[in-house]
């Protein structure tokens, strides 16, 4: 077997793929005990020893896929990802990268490329996307006449959530979220005891409908994607099966109409 092909049997083998689980679920363990000033005093040479250890270890992982693949190494988008990910982590972190530095723990990441399940769900929320999309735009467009509204109805009392657009959009986006909704509605009423009208309109249209809908539509993703786990049996392949189970009696009617045939061959004309 050529040397190449060797390669690639061990880059895709379950064991391999099974250690690099491993290397960065450590790898991640590892960043979050590098938080703690107290282990980093006391153990930050061994942590950062072992942060470079995996990092080695990634860069080998994919240098050999690289050579295993080939330029075919790019037409994967999970590989595209991972590489992305490791040359993140090669860029130079100094005190004045620290943003840099904090990016070291999107190798964690690489769990989603690695795990077929956890691809399955990546790829239902990019399948839903265009649902996603319209259903940011209904409620971008809520935000706005919504803002608009509540502006113009609750700008004179003084309240600062309400003092402009952005400001009450804001708010709204609060309220949509049902964080403290009821303290708003009530703070507002002080003044204008009819508010409580537009609060409860707004709160059925954007949470109750809305963002129900989002979760119909993620939910509506992952099912498809379930339905087409390996291991399902397609319908198609069942009713073909069904006719085979009338070979028999087609056989029967087959016979019983030769003998009829034979019987009326027999009868003077």
Same mark, same amino acid.
């Given at each position: 077997?050529?040397?190449?092909?060797?390669?690639?049997?061990?880059?895709?083998?379950?064991?391999?793929?099974?250690?690099?689980?491993?290397?960065?679920?450590?790898?991640?363990?590892?960043?979050?005990?590098?938080?703690?000033?107290?282990?980093?005093?006391?153990?930050?040479?061994?942590?950062?020893?072992?942060?470079?250890?995996?990092?080695?270890?990634?860069?080998?992982?994919?240098?050999?896929?690289?050579?295993?693949?080939?330029?075919?190494?790019?037409?994967?988008?999970?590989?595209?990802?991972?590489?992305?990910? #490791?040359?993140?982590? =090669? *860029?130079? %972190?100094?005190? &004045?990268?620290?943003?840099?530095? @904090? /990016?070291?723990? +999107?190798?964690?990441l690489r769990?989603?490329?690695?795990?077929?399940?956890?691809?399955? #769900?990546?790829?239902? =929320? *990019?399948? %839903?996307?265009? &649902?996603?999309?319209?259903?940011? @735009? /209904?409620?971008? +467009?809520?935000l706005y006449?919504?803002?608009?509204?509540?502006?113009?109805?609750?700008?004179?009392?003084?309240?600062?959530?309400? %003092?402009?657009? &952005?400001?009450?959009?804001?708010?709204?986006?609060?309220?949509?979220?049902?964080?403290?909704?009821?303290?708003?509605?009530?703070?507002?009423?002080?003044?204008?005891?009819?508010?409580?009208?537009?609060?409860?309109?707004?709160?059925?249209?954007?949470?109750?409908?809305v963002l129900?809908?989002?979760?119909?539509?993620?939910?509506?993703?992952?099912?498809?994607?379930?339905?087409?786990?390996?291991?399902?049996?397609?319908?198609?392949?069942?009713?073909?099966?069904?006719?085979?189970?009338?070979?028999?009696?087609?056989?029967?009617?087959?016979?019983?109409?030769?003998?009829?045939?034979?019987?009326?061959?027999?009868?003077?004309?």
């Amino acid at each position: 077997m050529p040397l190449r092909e060797r390669v690639r049997a061990l880059t895709d083998g379950e064991r391999f793929q099974r250690v690099i689980i491993c290397v960065i679920v450590v790898n991640a363990v590892v960043l979050g005990l590098q938080t703690s000033a107290r282990l980093t005093a006391e153990y930050g040479g061994l942590l950062e020893a072992l942060d470079g250890a995996a990092l080695v270890i990634f860069v080998g992982e994919l240098a050999l896929r690289l050579y295993a693949h080939r330029l075919s190494f790019f037409r994967d988008p999970w590989s595209c990802f991972d590489f992305v990910i #490791v040359t993140i982590s =090669l *860029l130079p %972190a100094s005190e &004045g990268l620290s943003v840099i530095r @904090a /990016l070291r723990i +999107l190798r964690m990441l690489r769990l989603v490329s690695m795990v077929p399940s956890m691809r399955r #769900v990546i790829s239902a =929320l *990019l399948s %839903a996307i265009p &649902g996603i999309t319209s259903l940011a @735009a /209904l409620l971008g +467009l809520l935000l706005y006449v919504g803002g608009v509204m509540a502006t113009t109805l609750f700008q004179a009392g003084g309240d600062p959530r309400f %003092a402009d657009l &952005g400001s009450t959009i804001l708010t709204l986006f609060q309220i949509t979220t049902g964080d403290g909704w009821s303290d708003v509605m009530r703070d507002v009423m002080a003044k204008q005891p009819l508010a409580w009208i537009f609060f409860v309109s707004y709160l059925l249209v954007g949470t109750f409908t809305v963002l129900n809908l989002f979760i119909a539509v993620v939910c509506s993703a992952m099912e498809g994607a379930m339905s087409t786990e390996p291991g399902d049996t397609p319908v198609p392949a069942q009713r073909a099966v069904e006719p085979a189970e009338h070979d028999p009696v087609l056989g029967e009617l087959r016979l019983l109409r030769q003998e009829v045939q034979a019987l009326r061959a027999q009868q003077p004309s």
